[in-house]
């Protein structure tokens, strides 16, 4: 499911590629990590302080014990594994690098066997050149 944004988007500077990665990371680990059946909701808004995108699956969550490694190189989380044995645990690493270059943050909030929200917020006007945090 899309929701559109309660505004018109405007455009705003951002490395289009690298934008596009990010989100179809998070995303297609929504779809892996969502039984069929479920539910992924996708929606933007953007307001004076930038462009908050939301990615929210009714997944297999993230255990709290081990979401504080979430964003770390190579680590992924052991229910993940059980479900989907193959993966480099590079994406959500990959993610934050491109959001964080942006200028940007990145936060979830998630619950196991519930699944699980991704959010980050990019300015809408980045001053000076992108560099790596």
């Avoid at 944004?5 to 990665?21: A, C, G, H, N, V």
């Avoid at 190189?73 to 942006?102: C, D, Q």
């Avoid at 929200?117 to 006007?125: A, M, N, V």
Wanted: net charge positive.
């Amino acid at each position: 499911e899309f929701s559109q944004p309660s505004t018109k988007p405007q455009k705003i500077m951002l490395d289009k590629e690298r934008m596009f990665l990010a989100i179809k990371n998070i995303f297609d680990n929504a779809v892996k990590y969502t039984p069929k059946g479920g539910r992924i909701t996708v929606s933007f808004e953007i307001d004076d302080q930038g462009l908050e995108f939301k990615i929210q699956d009714s997944g297999i969550g993230i255990p709290e014990h081990q979401q504080k490694k979430l964003f770390r190189k190579f680590f992924r989380a052991v229910n993940a594994i059980k479900m989907e044995p193959t993966g480099s645990g590079l994406g959500l690493f990959i993610v934050k690098n491109i959001i964080e270059e942006h200028h940007g943050k990145i936060w979830f909030e998630s619950k196991e066997n519930e699944g699980t929200t991704f959010f980050f917020r990019i300015p809408i006007r980045v001053l000076g050149p992108l560099s790596k945090p």
